[in-house]
């Protein structure tokens, strides 16, 4: 599928409040389809989160223009959502692994490595369905239980992918994400199904005619599905409001770490906070770097459950409170990004901005105003 940029490009924002990549190592510099068929329009309420969940738009004052065009912008993107489906997100030509599950878990992660992703969908040949997408959660799991069971460390090598169950009891985790959604379903629904289940990603399964059994056809992370909203809908270029005036990201009780901050104390962060990057400052406490959860696949990619640093990872995307979502949403177009640091003018930690966060603000935000 290819993908189609929006009509009026002279109509874009300039991005002049909009960051640029950053190495690690200088964090002061600053960064701020064919169309397949659809099952019709979804009502909001229609789909998981109940109707008090969403968040009504409430402005203190009456609507100015920039607030009105906020609100516009926000439901030509649910419109879209709406009447595209998960299909449409997926490029012309794509590879997809799928693991079965009595693959070793080190070969997995070997495979991960080598073909530079961090998920894959599981697969039980036994029953022959769709078992749950392995994630970088999945080896935490596998670094925690060593962690609790450091005699077990001669078994790792030996632990399959079914086993993870095991593991996950063992140490007392949630079981492995088997949320999913059909590909023709409306894109709106998998992003519903994605915040509700807290899931970064949804495996796309199909049916067989012949067999009535699943076929696992694609996964669909939130970046592709925000990257294709900044393609092809325009009216992000309305979401003009700043930050500093909007209820989306994360501003208190902000977990950091340090350089020296051992790494199964940031592990340990992850897993209890239910969070996928911590922010590592220096002693100023300015931002240099962020430890992301899939950042344990590097450290662990030669079979070291016991041996983990922190290293120099990839750079860093920040923002300011005076940067704007049509800003954010030109960088996600342009630049594979994740998350964005927020910082002060001195660099300072200040938040965290994540897909998730964007995702649920596009999807909740004056959700009750349209029904």
Known sequence: MSEVEPEDATKRAQAANAHDKVPSNNASSKTSSPVVGHEGFVQPSSY??????????????PL??????????????RAFLKVRTSYDVLPLSFR????DTT??????LNTLIHNGIVSAPLWDSKTSTFAGLLTTSDYI??????????????????????????????????????????????????????????????????????????MVVSVVTQYRILKFVAVNVSETQ?????????????????????????VMDVIHLLVKKNISNVPILNNDGV????????????????????????????G???????????????????????????????????????????????????EDSET
């Not at 998981?48 to 004052?61: C, D, V, W």
């Not at 920039?66 to 993107?77: C, P, S, T």
């Not at 909007?246 to 051992?262: E, F, K, R, S, W």
């Not at 240099?288 to 640093?309: C, E, H, P, R, S």
């Open 48 to 61: 998981l989160r109940p109707r008090g969940y969403s968040r009504p738009i409430t402005p203190a004052q």
């Open 64 to 77: 100015n223009p920039i607030d009105r065009e906020q609100i516009e912008g926000l439901r030509a993107i």
């Open 96 to 99: 997809l692994i799928v693991f």
């Open 103 to 108: 693959l070793l878990v080190k070969k997995s």
């Open 141 to 214: 799991n596998v670094i925690q239980y060593y962690w609790q069971n450091p005699d077990a460390l001669n078994e790792i090598d030996q632990f399959r992918l079914d086993s993870l169950r095991d593991i996950e009891k063992a140490i007392g985790v949630t079981p492995i994400e088997t949320v999913s959604i059909h590909p023709l379903k409306p894109l709106y629904e998998a992003c519903r199904r994605m915040l509700e289940s807290r899931a970064r990603r949804i495996p796309l399964i199909d049916g067989d005619d012949e067999t009535s059994r699943g």
């Open 238 to 262: 309305m979401l003009r409001k700043p930050l500093r005036d909007l209820n989306v990201g994360t501003y208190d009780h902000v977990q950091t770490a340090y350089m020296d901050t051992p």
């Open 287 to 314: 931002v240099i770097n962020v430890f992301q959860a899939v950042d344990v696949i590097t450290l662990i990619k030669g079979g070291f459950y016991d041996d983990l640093n922190l290293t120099d990872f990839a």
């Open 316 to 366: 860093i995307y920040t923002c300011s409170m005076n940067d704007r979502l049509d800003t954010i949403f030109d960088t996600i177009r342009k630049s594979r990004v994740h998350r964005f640091v927020i910082i002060d003018h001195n660099y300072r930690l200040k938040g965290v901005l994540t897909l998730s966060d964007i995702l649920e603000y596009i999807l909740l935000e004056g």
